[in-house]
């Protein structure tokens, strides 16, 4: 079984960072993307960015571009979410996810962790 956990959220005044990080454990497993997705409340779950192993591309959402990175190694499906510049509106639960063969479907979720940013 897989396990992804996510770490590292929290409360940040706006214009702070905070970095998250997802570790996947259990079964021995060969991602081919690692992602992560948010979900406010209220609302419906976000893409926010991605990075496919394969060739290093990274994808990110328009409202996260310039202030959010991507790092990570596919050896350990270890992936890492560099938060910069955060906005009230970057409040969510942040869930990291795997996908085994596209980007198009993501076979392992983390269980989330929650950030918040105040005014």
């Known amino acids: 079984q897989v396990q992804l956990v996510e770490s590292g959220g929290g409360l940040v005044q706006a214009g702070g960072s905070l970095r998250l990080s997802c570790a996947a454990s259990g079964r021995t497993f060969s991602s081919y993307a690692m992602g992560w997705v948010r979900q406010a409340p209220g609302k419906e779950r976000e893409f926010v960015g991605r990075s496919r192993w394969s060739d290093g591309v990274t994808y990110y959402a328009d409202f996260v571009k310039g202030r959010f990175t991507i790092s990570g190694t596919n050896a350990k499906n270890t992936m890492y979410l560099q938060m910069n510049n955060l906005k009230p509106e970057d409040t969510a639960v942040y869930y990291c996810?795997?996908?085994?063969?596209?980007?198009?479907?993501?076979?392992?979720w983390g269980q989330g962790t929650q950030v918040t940013v105040s005014s």
């Open positions: 996810a795997a996908a085994l063969r596209s980007v198009r479907v993501y076979n392992y």
